[in-house]
């Protein structure tokens, strides 16, 4: 696989997953994280839409869609 640091963030591509990970503090709120507008903390500039909007692409390509915190950084894998 292939992978390369953007903005402080890491993107992998192996086979047929992309990963995306970056630092953070805690976890953020699995349950929520994916829906319209949810913010766990209001970020200035943020709407809310982005990791929703991601989510809407990968159920209409029927791409799985997966969170996780681990060792201080979100890691947000799509699998095509």
Known sequence: GEQMAVFGSAVKIAGRKL????????????EHIFERFYQASRKKGS?????ALVAAVCRYYNFRLEYKFADGKHHFEIEF
Do not use: F, K
Request: aromatic share 0%; proline share 0%; no cysteine.
């Open 19 to 30: 990963t995306i990970s970056n630092a953070g503090e805690q976890s953020l709120d699995r």
């Open 47 to 51: 709407t809310g839409l982005g990791l």
